[in-house]
């Protein structure tokens, strides 16, 4: 074969693997652009469609976290404990805290005047009755920054506080005055009153009126007798009703006392001198 020939066939051949190779690359892309779409949309197919709408789950918040539950302190209760009154069943005088004694009292009475020719004090008649009777005890009383320092509180009423002949003791009271005295300096308005000393010890009462408090104006401790309507003038009668007379200092008051019963005997006089008595009280424990 001659030269000339063998060129030809030889650019014949590599004409014709040019034009295979052409041909396998398609009409509008190249194998590049291909690959690069096949790369993009293998990711988007492997990502899952609900991973963008899926909202992550909130953390359980401070506040919704168990909280320990505390175990609420049992206080003592020593001071209310100590304002409870002591039941009969106690020892001493606060056994008889809250005792009521109903019963009757015997009463004679003496009554003066002044109606003598001289004008001095004489006795004028004499009468004796019965009334219905009570006896209350209690805890002692305190106001302010004072105490009673009694066994315990008593009060007695011999018939209603109007009724003629009737009688009331009463051992203290806490009055609320003005928190200044008449110079104006201050003083607690809670003024504790103590009207009787009152001993107490076996079953045994011995009670002593101290002070009536007539110059606080504050008297509770009272003889009710009517009086004339003109004085020294019996012939025109008397006053309808009773007017209070103060008790004076030194009327007692004494015998058993105990939480079943009460026995005493009282003696006394007002303090204006009219009116002297004395009875005495049985009353049974309610």
Known sequence: MSTVVRVRLIATVCAGFLCVSLAGCGEHGSPTAEA????????????????????????????????????????????AASQEPVQAGGSGASALWGKAYSGTASISVDIYDHCSTD???????????????????????????????????????????????????R???VSTVSSQDLAGNYRDPNLLLTYWNIGWSDGELDARLTDPHEREAIVLNLFNWPGLVVACRSEFGQMPGGFPHALAAGTTFTGRLDSSGASLTAEGS?????????????????
Do not use: H, I
């Open 36 to 79: 690069s779409t096949a790369s993009a949309s293998t990711l988007a197919s492997a990502t899952p469609s609900s991973a963008a709408a899926s909202t992550p789950e909130p953390a359980p918040s401070v506040s919704e976290a168990a909280t320990p539950t505390e175990t609420p302190t049992t206080e003592e209760a020593t001071t």
């Open 119 to 169: 004008g001095s004090r004489r006795l004028a008649g004499s009468q004796t009755y019965s009334m219905n009777s009570t006896l209350n005890l209690g805890r002692p009383e305190s106001g302010g920054d004072q105490a009673d320092s009694n066994p315990f509180s008593m009060l007695f009423a011999a018939g209603y506080a109007s009724q003629a002949g009737a009688v009331s003791f």
């Open 171 to 173: 051992s203290s009271s």
């Open 270 to 286: 007002t303090t204006d001198g009219v009116v002297a008595f004395k009875f005495t009280f049985d009353g049974t424990a309610s």
